[in-house]
């Protein structure tokens, strides 16, 4: 059974950090791209950042120069450093996991729990 375990978040000031984490768990792990995501109340979830298995990275234009994503395939965890965070990054964020367990089998997207950040004087 895959798990999606993230970490982190929190309440910030605007201009202050913040970091996340999420790890991936289970047998037979096979993990490809990776990334984040954010949902703002009553809107749609949004991508904020994806990070492929050589490290390929996108990002989001609203956080592009302020959060960094980052993984470390030995724990199959991926990160989001968040910097000079903004009121308008107040979200739930997502770790998204694109998996394959069977070697025969196909690759399926799970998602973690989410976590709140938000980002208030």
């Known amino acids: 059974q895959v798990q999606l375990v993230e970490s982190g978040g929190g309440l910030m000031q605007p201009g202050g950090s913040l970091s996340l984490s999420c790890a991936a768990s289970?047998?037979?792990?096979?993990?490809?791209?990776m990334g984040w995501y954010r949902q703002h109340p009553g809107q749609q979830r949004e991508l904020v950042a994806t990070?492929?298995?050589?490290?390929?990275?996108e990002y989001a234009d609203s956080v592009q120069g302020r959060f960094t994503i980052s993984r470390d395939n030995a724990k199959n965890t991926i990160y989001l450093e968040m910097s000079n965070l903004k009121p308008e990054d107040t979200a739930v964020y997502f770790c998204?996991?694109?998996?394959?367990?069977?070697?025969?089998?196909?690759?399926?997207?799970?998602w973690g729990q989410g976590t709140q950040v938000t980002v208030s004087s």
């Open positions: 990070i492929g298995m050589l490290r390929s990275t």
């Open positions: 289970g047998s037979r792990l096979r993990v490809f791209d």
């Open positions: 998204k996991a694109n998996i394959r367990t069977d070697p025969a089998g196909p690759r399926i997207d799970y």
